[in-house]
């Protein structure tokens, strides 16, 4: 933020790098960011260098630098301090770095989930109950493990012992 009575500097490529987002009605600053070049600040971050972070990550170190010189060119701010031995991160670089990594988690945490729902991988448990499931020890149970495990499903059958001891010889 400029000091009251001097205006801010707004460079060619901070305006480009806005757009509207329709649904906020805000400008914002994810229009053209990559999740590649979010994924190599992260490296370079975690691994102190472009070299190590290209390494690591299987790509060259030049591209590993283009890109985050690109993305920090398109936000407006310095990620990393460059010198001889590596980088690091400046105070913003650090508040990005911290942001990035939860919306990461985040990401490939909801790709992993579609992945799995689409190879018919979602966990569920099956229970089989001889009486209507009322409040006690097994709701209570049942309530826990949905708050622990979120991602799976539970399926609860009322039936007769046979029909349980049916269902289970089929599979």
């Known amino acids: 933020m400029a000091a009251p009575g001097r205006r ?5 490529s901070a305006v480009r790098s806005l757009a509207i987002d329709p ?4 400008a914002t600053a994810w229009a053209g960011l990559r999740l ?7 490296a370079a971050a975690e ?3 472009f070299r190590r972070a290209a390494r690591r990550l ?10 985050i010189q690109e993305l920090e060119d398109r936000l407006g701010a310095r990620i990393f301090e460059r010198g001889p031995s590596g980088v690091l991160l400046t105070a913003v670089g650090r508040d990005f770095v911290e942001g990035a990594h939860g919306a990461m988690v985040e990401l490939d945490r909801a790709v992993d989930q579609v992945a799995d729902l689409a190879r018919g991988e979602q966990d569920t448990l099956r229970i089989g109950i001889l009486a209507p499931l009322g409040p006690g ?8 493990l949905l708050v622990a495990v979120p991602d799976v499903t539970l399926e609860i059958a009322e039936g007769e012992a046979r029909e349980h001891l049916d269902a289970l ?3």
């Open 58 to 67: 299987g790509v060259q170190q030049s591209a590993v630098s283009r890109r």
């Open 23 to 26: 649904a906020a009605g805000q």
């Open 137 to 144: 020890p097994l709701d209570d149970l049942l309530r826990r």
């Open 8 to 12: 801010a500097a707004v460079t060619a």
């Open 36 to 42: 590649h070049q979010i994924r190599y600040v992260l």
């Open 47 to 49: 691994c102190g260098g």
């Open 169 to 171: 010889a089929r599979g």
